[in-house]
């Protein structure tokens, strides 16, 4: 069983950057999709970003897109978020998927990580 283990969340203030990490336990992330989603209170929990186990393909949301970069390095069993140009609207708790796929119109996750808390003050 992979356990993913987000940090990295915090307090910035609008235009500011952070950048998550997604460290799995357990087993090896290099045959598995990563993905990051986030949930804000009184929200449904949303893609945000995807990269395939090879790292060749990146997949973004459209609010994130040109603010975000999804990263991976396998060698560290690791996945990255950099997140540029943050705005109030950012603001959730980020959670790491092992194992994402396809789902509908949208994605989902096999292996959640407890999330990590990103505020972003105006």
């Known amino acids: 069983q992979v356990q993913p283990v987000e940090s990295g969340g915090g307090l910035v203030q609008a235009g500011g950057s952070l950048r998550l990490s997604c460290v799995a336990s357990?087993?090896?992330?290099?045959?598995?999709?990563m993905g990051w989603f986030r949930q804000a209170p009184g929200n449904e929990r949303e893609f945000v970003a995807v990269?395939?186990?090879?790292?060749?393909?990146?997949y973004y949301a459209d609010s994130v897109k040109g603010r975000f970069t999804i990263s991976r390095d396998n060698s560290k069993n690791t996945a990255y978020l950099q997140m540029n140009s943050l705005k109030p609207e950012d603001t959730a708790v980020y959670y790491c998927?092992?194992?994402?796929?396809?789902?509908?119109?949208?994605?989902?996750?096999?292996?959640w990580g407890q999330g990590t808390q990103v505020t972003v003050s105006s």
């Open positions: 990269i395939t186990w090879s790292g060749g393909n990146t």
């Open positions: 357990g087993r090896t992330i290099s045959g598995y999709n």
């Open positions: 998927a092992v194992g994402t796929y396809r789902c509908g119109s949208s994605w989902c996750g096999d292996s």
